[in-house]
């Protein structure tokens, strides 16, 4: 690990950070404390994705759409309108809502074998953000002079990785950069995303593996045809199913990459010195 111990934590002049945990466990909120502390630079893995890697795809999806309207086709074709992603830290919205989700095209579903072209795409995307965090430390520190880096990553970094395998290309080059942080949550903030989730469904990336098993079990259970499927009720339905998915990799990412802080310490965080706190704290008990 970049810090083997406390000590080596608290005396760098230079402190990297990646977070990682299921999203609504607070990465974004302390990634944006950090920032607005004036020392910290906030590298956001879904908004690499939206603005470098997936936003001409979420464009020319937009651009499609539009040009299924007669006014709004004259309009693009004479290039008299402009037609683009707003994409923010705060809003990050045009990604999930280019990902979509699969079933009843009439309730707003893709087929799919498009919501699983959409999934490869995101995939690529994520590993090549992940990827370019290295690089980000360094711009930051050449271009604007920030000492210290944190990177917030997306629910989905677990999908994409081997936390067992010693040379994982991702976790093999977000740990030489940075410190791996999971952010664990209890019984009760799984409860509690699960109720969020089942308030506001929204998409979100999956292994191609368990997508196809999630996809089968739910139309064998169901008795739907791909066509007839609800979106909503089948990504409410795969989302609890996603989460005990995702936690044992998680656990075995920092257990073999980096440290672990429960989303409790973490939510205690209200300036850059509690933050190094529970950071030290957590390499203390490792």
């Not at 607005?36 to 937009?62: P, Q, V």
């Not at 579903?109 to 980000?136: K, M, S, W």
Request: hydrophobic share 35%.
């Amino acid at each position: 690990m970049r810090y083997e111990n406390e000590q080596d934590w608290r005396s760098a002049s230079e402190k990297h950070v990646v977070l990682f945990a299921m999203s609504g466990l607070g990465k974004t909120h302390v990634s944006n404390l950090l920032r607005d502390s004036g020392d910290w630079f906030h590298y956001s893995i879904d908004y690499r994705i939206g603005t470098r890697y997936m936003g001409e795809f979420i464009e020319d999806n937009a651009k499609r759409e539009a040009m299924k309207n007669p006014f709004l086709r004259e309009l693009l074709m004479s290039d008299s309108i402009y037609i683009g992603s707003n994409i923010t830290f705060e809003n990050l919205s045009p990604v999930s809502s280019y990902l979509g989700k699969p079933g009843d095209p009439e309730l707003g579903g893709l087929p799919i074998a498009e919501f699983q072209r959409r999934q490869a795409q995101f995939e690529c995307a994520e590993r090549r953000a992940l990827l370019d965090t290295a690089y980000f430390i360094e711009r930051a520190k050449d271009l604007y002079q920030y000492p210290h880096f944190i990177c917030d990553t997306g629910g989905s970094i677990c999908e994409w990785v081997d936390p067992e395998d010693p040379k994982d290309e991702i976790l093999s080059a977000l740990s030489k950069a940075a410190l791996m942080v999971w952010i664990k949550g209890s019984d009760e903030h799984t409860e509690e995303l699960i109720r969020r989730f089942d308030r506001a469904p929204k998409p979100m990336a999956y292994q191609p593996k368990f997508l196809t098993e999630c996809w089968e079990h739910y139309l064998h259970e169901t008795g739907k045809s791909e066509t007839r499927v609800d979106p909503d009720a089948f990504i409410r339905w795969t989302y609890g199913r996603a989460l005990a998915h995702r936690q044992p990799l998680y656990r075995a990412m920092a257990k073999n990459w980096g440290v672990t802080v429960d989303a409790s310490d973490m939510a205690t965080v209200r300036d850059t010195s509690d933050f190094s706190a529970v950071i030290g704290a957590a390499l203390a008990n490792r």
